[in-house]
């Protein structure tokens, strides 16, 4: 049993890092290869009980890290990835009333964590930001912006992922009207600069450089806009709002073409063009029927495989290209699905607890496996490993393995 336990632990370490919300990336891909046969059925090899929460489970310097809430607390933990142990546990006051339109969500969090160079930063529901030493679970800095804003989340709680980048955290404080895109000095806690022209959404930023400038570019509120890195000057803007101000979906780049989409909207592709007079935005093309939701896509080469809410859910695989819809998988997937891609293997776990293992096929919707994985809703992403998957439910984390 010793021999089995420490083949898994190496087996499991030698994962690559999965440091923050979909990835090294911010794009859902993994690295590594998927087996080439499949088994009935999973092996789940640990489960512990962790609280309540959305926030997915992320990967580094040998550690799991999961965020979320038991009581009137927000608890972090360092967990051993092969055997379930909890290494060390942190948590605060974190008091929250759930919006009634968000009631079978729960009281959060919903934001997944970042880890950099030793530190691992969260960001609560009601928009508390920390910093913790990762080795050791000490408290480094922590933030609350009462007194800066009235409504310190917006109305359905803080759910955008922060980044970091070059020892900087940019994270979107504030509420619905009353809001900033902050970066932070990661060190310090100290702020750099803000922008303070919209409100937060609950889409989670990435960092591109476009045209020879380091951008930031998210959802707001009521925008899509991009920021540059370094400075917080605003470069771009684009109105972009969905029903009940929901953007919630993460920008995506094909090369230097930014996909969007959105409740309703449609998916779009937008130019970002550098002029003489600076920068303007220009639409590539439009495909309305392939809205999504709060389901962000992945893109293998020039396919982009997404989950749409139309037709009460639906996967799909669009040419970022053109925008011309490849396939749509039969109608009636479910509300929502997280998708993680491995090579030319694509995992998606769907909020009623089943995870699909399906070809990336640029052709057609190619199941090649289904497990039941839980016992309650999944809406967190997966953390694929190189032997397994870690799932996050209603209130645990367990580790399913096909070695």
Not at 18 to 35: C, E, L, M
Not at 73 to 78: Q, S
Not at 123 to 141: E, K, Q, T
Request: with cysteine.
């Amino acid at each position: 049993m010793r021999i089995v336990a420490a083949f898994l632990s190496l087996a499991v370490l030698s994962a690559a890092d999965w440091p923050q919300w979909r990835g090294p990336n911010r794009d859902g891909i993994a690295t590594g290869a998927a087996p080439q046969a499949w088994p009935e059925k999973l092996t789940e090899r640990w489960k512990i009980t962790v609280g309540e929460g959305h926030a997915s489970p992320i990967l580094a310097a040998g550690k799991l890290f999961v965020f979320a809430r038991e009581g009137g607390n927000e608890v972090v933990r360092a967990i051993d990835p092969a055997s379930g142990k909890v290494l060390w546990q942190q948590s605060y006051p974190a008091p929250y009333s759930v919006s009634w339109a968000a009631s079978s969500h729960g009281a959060g969090p919903k934001s997944t964590p970042v880890y950099d160079g030793g530190k691992l930063c969260t960001l609560g529901i009601n928009g508390i930001l920390s910093c913790f030493d990762a080795a050791s679970g000490r408290v480094l800095w922590r933030q609350d912006f009462k007194a800066r804003f009235k409504e310190t989340s917006p109305g359905f709680g803080a759910a955008m992922s922060p980044i970091v980048d070059a020892g900087v955290l940019f994270a979107y404080i504030g509420g619905d009207g009353n809001g900033a895109l902050v970066a932070f000095d990661i060190n310090t806690s100290k702020p750099k600069w803000s922008w303070n022209a919209d409100g937060p959404a609950y889409s989670s930023p990435v960092i591109a450089t476009i045209g020879g400038t380091r951008q930031l570019v998210t959802q707001s509120q009521r925008n899509v806009i991009g920021l540059d890195a370094g400075t917080g000057q605003l470069l771009w803007k684009i109105p972009y709002v969905t029903g009940h101000e929901q953007n919630s979906v993460t920008p995506l780049f094909h090369g230097e073409t930014l996909i969007l989409s959105g409740l309703d909207n449609g998916v779009i592709a937008v130019k970002l063009i550098k002029g003489a007079n600076g920068w303007r935005t220009e639409r590539a093309w439009e495909n309305q029927p392939a809205s999504m939701y709060m389901s962000s896509g992945v893109l293998s080469g020039d396919v982009l495989f997404g989950f749409g809410h139309k037709n009460k859910g639906q996967f799909m695989a669009v040419d970022p290209r053109n925008g011309q819809t490849l396939w749509s998988s039969a109608p009636r997937q479910g509300e929502n699905a997280a998708i993680v891609r491995q090579g030319d293997t694509l995992f998606l776990l769907k909020n009623d607890a089943e995870l699909i293992v399906a070809r990336a096929n640029p052709k057609a919707f190619e199941p090649l496996k289904r497990y039941t994985v839980a016992n309650s809703p999944t809406w967190a992403h997966p953390l694929v490993l190189d032997n397994g998957v870690v799932i996050k439910d209603k209130t645990t984390v367990a580790l399913w393995t096909w070695k």
